[in-house]
């Protein structure tokens, strides 16, 4: 009676086989919205695809993922490829994806949209790091593949344009999986040669040929070249990451030429301006200075130069009568106060002025006299010092302190009791 039972891992692996053997579950296309997003450390992606209705868990392996150009997120809808399969531990079905693209977008387009607005973020793209196209140029480098229309409009244009020009073929691949490597090996080389400008691009293609112009590590390496970048990669509507780090773009590989070197019948054009208006510039400044040589000698001092000799000479006559007239009102001045000096009584009688002044000093003395302590002390009265200073009250002595009595006659030395 048993026998008709089976266990559920018999049934889950019936399931398995039927459904992996099901041609049409082999390969299948479903678009719908990702939830529940997982990347594993191991690079496995695990995610669930639903849709208003259902839903559908996926699995994608790191063998798969590394070819994907975008990184999944949460509410992105997508179309993917892969096979429907059963986990047997739990008896769920799911898809395990082997392509995933966004719904409407390719994967190259969403991989450039996310470089983009990683490297405008880190402001590789600011105009102030973008460094200024030489004008003339002594040395230009090219980045591009060594054969194709590419370098030949390249090098045509500027020998046609500025021949005087040097012109170095950094030959490089430009397509493929392998290019955006050796495209950065040449912007490294290049940097050893001297260069003025550099142009790095190639002709048109579809966006997969021009990928390698997308690419992070060719974005950082123009950002980073010490010579001024010009980007010219495929048509004039065609914009790659390299454009937006350059420091100039070129809608084409013949516009990047264009722009590299100037019009040599332009610069000839534009030295015959200089050169014209340099004649004006002088033509006119010889003029005026004629004008004004022709306005200084035409001055009646040019004319009659003694003129000039006969003003100084009647400014120096004046000076020369204004100096005796002072010269002798000086020496009557001085006449006169000797004259007075001469009639006065202190010369006439010297000892009268002698006597005046002795008047004088014996009345000072008189008046400082009762005034001089020796005085003091010749009317018996005596001076205490102590330390050399006049004692005025008894607080400033103590017992036991030795005093000095100057009196009359002499001093005395006493002590305090």
Not at 391 to 415: L, Q
Request: charged share 30%; with cysteine; glycine share 6%.
């Amino acid at each position: 009676m048993q026998e008709k039972y089976i266990s559920v891992t018999q049934l889950t692996r019936y399931i398995k086989y039927k459904i992996d053997n099901d041609v049409n579950l082999n390969e299948v296309f479903i678009k719908g919205e990702i939830s529940n997003f997982k990347a594993h450390s191991r690079g496995h992606f695990y995610f669930t695809l639903k849709d208003e209705g259902s839903r559908i868990n996926a699995i994608m392996f790191s063998s798969q993922t590394k070819k994907l150009k975008f990184i999944p997120t949460d509410g992105m809808k997508v179309l993917v490829t892969g096979k429907i399969s059963v986990f047997e531990s739990n008896g769920a079905y799911q898809i395990y994806v082997s392509d995933m693209l966004e719904d409407g977008v390719g994967n190259l387009y969403i991989a450039y949209e996310q470089l983009k607005k990683k490297l405008e973020e880190e402001g590789l793209f600011r105009e102030e790091h973008k460094k200024i196209i030489p004008k003339i140029p002594n040395r230009i480098g090219v980045i591009t593949a060594p054969t194709g229309a590419a370098i030949k409009d390249i090098i045509s244009t500027i020998k046609r344009r500025w021949p005087l020009s040097e012109i170095y073929l950094f030959p490089s691949l430009v397509q493929g999986e392998d290019a955006k490597e050796d495209i950065v090996k040449q912007i490294k080389r290049a940097q050893n040669y001297d260069l003025d400008t550099l142009i790095v691009g190639r002709g048109g293609g579809s966006i997969e040929d021009l990928w390698p112009f997308n690419e992070e590590i060719v974005a950082r390496a123009i950002y980073e070249c010490k010579i001024p970048v010009i980007s010219a990669v495929g048509h004039e509507i065609d914009f790659t990451i390299a454009d937006f780090v350059a420091d100039l773009r070129a809608p084409t590989p013949t516009g990047a030429a264009e722009m590299a070197v100037p019009q040599l019948s332009d610069m000839i054009n534009y030295l015959k301006q200089v050169s014209i208006r340099l004649n004006n510039t002088i033509l006119n400044k010889v003029n005026k200075e004629r004008k004004k040589l022709e306005s200084i000698t035409s001055r009646n001092i040019f004319k009659n130069p003694l003129v000039i000799y006969q003003t100084k000479e009647m400014i120096f006559d004046n000076i020369l009568e204004k100096l005796k007239y002072s010269i002798s009102n000086l020496v009557n001045t001085k006449e006169k106060e000797l004259i007075t000096i001469k009639n006065s009584y202190i010369l006439k009688n010297p000892y009268k002025l002698l006597d005046v002044k002795s008047n004088k000093y014996l009345q000072i003395i008189s008046k400082l006299e009762p005034l001089n302590p020796i005085s003091t002390l010749k009317r018996g009265y005596s001076i205490a010092k102590h330390n050399d200073k006049v004692i005025k009250s008894i607080k400033e002595v103590k017992k036991g302190d030795i005093i000095n009595i100057s009196i009359n006659d002499g001093d005395i030395d006493a002590k305090v009791i």
